[in-house]
Structures are given as C-alpha cells and as structure tokens.
C-alpha cells in the first residue's frame, strides 16, 4: 500500500510542533508592540515631568488609548478570534499612522523659543531667558509652583562633559 504525503512548504504546521504560522508570528508581533507602547505611554504619565497633551482635545484620551492597546495587544496574543483580531489591528494601527501624519504636534515659541521645519522643531535659546519669564513652564508639570518666586533653573545632559 502507497501512501502519498504532499510535504508542501506552505502547509500548516502539525498540532503541538510549536511552530507558528507566519501569520500568528504577525499578530504576536504586534500584540507585544501595542503593550510595549502602552507601557511607554504609562511611564510617561507616571515619571515625565512634562505633562502628556491632550489628545484631540479629550481630556482622558491618552488613559483610554493605553487601556485600548492593552486590551488589543492581549487580545492578539491570545490568539482567541484571530481574524476578528487582525482586523481590528489593521483597523487602529491604520488609525494610529493617520493621526500621525495629519496632526503633527504643537509647538510653543515665543520669547528664548525659535522654531523651525514649519514648528516641528524647537530651537531653545536659555540665553535669552534670563531675568524673564520662563517661557516653557506650561510644557512643565509642576510649571504653576515654578511660577512663583525666584528660581535658579539649570539645564544640564548627564552625559556631556562640559555640563559636568
């Protein structure tokens, strides 16, 4: 008795080999990208002493974005409806990179702050700050306690020599 195997390369893997499709490789990709960005985003908020800007101008939408990719990135990694998934996927990281190209960020200038690249970058002039208002406060989390009194404010990059 012949029996006849078609050993195709594309054919799914055996039941319990371990292997994984290129397809749940995708998904789990991005399950861990999506609770990778919503750690960073968690940090941020926790640790920053800059404040996150309000996105779209909802207040709270950077909390439910973080709990929203949590969700997703779990999802993907469960691989429970895993078309339902990758849609989903697709659906907001589409989203994601829409926003990205349609609403570039705001940036403030004024009095020691110069902008270039139409405002996409900011070119701080401490030099020019001196014996006035500090113009980045309301980009500082605690920017309202700075706002009153005297204060001595340094700059310095812990990995530059000269700030040493």
């Not at 990778?36 to 640790?47: D, E, R, T, V």
């Amino acid at each position: 008795m012949n029996i006849a195997v078609n050993h195709n390369s594309y054919s799914s893997p055996a039941v319990g080999s371990g292997a994984m499709s290129p397809a749940r490789r995708i998904a789990f990709a991005a399950g861990a990208v999506l609770l990778f960005a919503a750690g960073l985003k968690a940090w941020q908020i926790i640790h920053s002493p800059v404040p996150m800007a309000q996105t779209l101008g909802i207040p709270g939408f950077i909390p439910a974005l973080i709990g929203g990719e949590i969700f997703l990135g779990l999802w993907l990694l469960s691989g429970a409806l895993p078309t339902a998934a990758r849609r989903t996927a697709m659906g907001c990281f589409t989203l994601f990179g829409g926003y990205a190209l349609l609403h570039p960020r705001p940036v403030a200038a004024g009095h020691g702050l110069l902008t270039s690249d139409g405002g996409k970058i900011v070119i701080l002039a401490p030099h020019k700050w001196l014996g006035h208002r500090l113009p980045v406060l309301k980009h500082i989390r605690i920017g309202k306690q700075l706002a009153q009194g005297r204060w001595v404010v340094m700059f310095y990059h812990a990995d530059c020599d000269v700030c040493r």
